[in-house]
């Protein structure tokens, strides 16, 4: 009897891998914050209540509202300058504690807060100090901020033989110096001239361009708020709650120059956020995208 030929079967193809996907984390993710300040007597005030906010990396969000609605106080949660009472806040998945341990984000005021014995570059160079950063690798990282923010011809300058706009400038270079994901700025231009306002605007437009870092930026301006913002967060009078949420379409970066503050749609986004910071716009907007 013959051998029977027995033949391999066919080579099947391999099942495919299941698709991995990056999945995105979030600058900022807050979850069921709220903030109660006990006072004298033991009386409390709940400065924010059940606030649900998420961030995107590289997005621009800016927090507008009545004076007292917590929008400082929600930034001051977020850089863990205190702690919420109720609910979590994570920046790049991380608590607020170990992001502000990590360097994760870098934060301005209203004041620029440099230092006026230190010169604008040893200024900028201050947090690599503070954190051990070597001497050449903080003169590198300074002149190339210096050069972000256009003030090269300024290095060896002393505050104050600055203007106020120079200043910020320098202030918000130095926010910048470990390369955070997220900045954190709390009206760091309330104190400016108009003029030197929206020219410090388009600056932080193209910085944060240039640099990819996601901003939650403290406003009571409205027309400030649409200028630079990808959404702007509307907040309640006190106990302070986010009312909603517009989205703004204005074009890229490099589109939002000063010919904007003259486009129809930069007004009726001026126009939207009013409505609804007056509560005059119609429930269930909330994420809806304007032109």
Known sequence: MSEASVSSPEPQPAAPAAEVRDVEVPAVEVRGVDKIF????????????????????????????PSGCGKSTLLRLIADL??????????????????RIDQEYGIA??????????????????????????????KARSAELLALVG?????????????????QRVAIARSLAESPRLLLMDEPFGALDEMTRERMQTELVRICAETGAAVVFVTHSIPEAVYLS????????RPGRIRDILTV?????????EQLRENEAFFENVSKVRELLHGEAPVGIRGVETR
Not at 151 to 167: C, E, I, T, V
Not at 249 to 257: D, I, Q, V
């Open 230 to 237: 990808n959404r702007v967060v509307v907040m309640s009078p």
């Open 82 to 99: 205190d702690t919420p009472s109720t609910g979590t806040i994570t920046v790049f998945g991380k608590t607020a504690r170990q992001a």
């Open 109 to 138: 005021f209203q004041q620029a807060g440099l230092l006026p014995w230190r010169t604008v570059t040893a200024n900028i160079e201050l947090p690599l100090e503070l954190h051990g950063v070597g001497s050449a690798a903080r």
């Open 151 to 167: 003030l090269s011809d300024f290095a060896d300058n002393y505050p104050d033989q600055l203007s106020g706009g120079m200043q």
């Open 38 to 65: 006990t006072g004298k007597k033991k009386a409390t005030v709940t400065a924010l209540e059940e606030i649900e906010l998420t961030v995107a990396p590289g997005e621009f969000v800016s927090l507008i509202g």
């Open 249 to 257: 379409s204005l074009g890229s970066a490099s589109e939002r120059g």
